[in-house]
């Protein structure tokens, strides 16, 4: 029995602790993220720490825009390309879901979390997609990073 309660206990400490994502919050999409892991259901996550390309996404006040893949440059600059995917938000029974759109394909995510500097999907698949806020890219002579 004390099992039982425990389990409940803490099923409702974690629904609880969700975040409750309202429209207000759908302007912090915009910008550019890059990927920090992905989180599979029964494998083992899979952490980024390189990045090739980001996610560059921009969503007008009627909660639809677009998604691109640029590619940072070390001049602080984006490499883009013509390739785009469609996005609109829809909110239903308490989750909210980005459906994308391209001539090939269609398909939604879920929005689990949002802030000014995290971002949180999952797909289809259960596999969760955690971003970060990208930061320019900026290299010393001696190759050191800085921010």
């Known amino acids: 029995m004390k099992n039982i309660v425990g389990f409940l206990f ?7 602790c969700q975040q409750k994502i309202v429209p207000s919050d ?7 993220w890059e990927i920090e892991k992905v989180v599979f259901d029964q494998e083992k996550d899979k952490n ?3 990045n090739e390309s980001y996610d560059y996404f921009e969503m007008g006040k009627n909660n639809t825009g677009f998604r691109k893949k640029v590619m940072p440059q070390l001049d602080g600059t984006f490499l883009v390309n013509d390739s785009q995917e469609d996005v609109a938000v829809r909110f239903e029974n308490d989750k909210v879901f980005l459906d994308y759109a391209t001539p090939y394909a269609k398909w939604s995510e879920e929005l689990i979390a949002i802030s000014k500097d995290k971002l949180v999907f999952k797909n289809a698949e259960n596999k969760e997609y955690h971003y970060k806020k990208a930061a320019p890219i900026n290299l010393e002579g001696d190759g050191k990073k800085i921010k």
Do not use: H
Request: aromatic share 24%; charged share 5%; glycine share 6%.
């Open 26 to 32: 759908i302007p912090k999409i915009n910008g550019y």
């Open 10 to 16: 803490v099923s409702f400490l974690f629904i609880s």
């Open 48 to 50: 980024y720490t390189i």
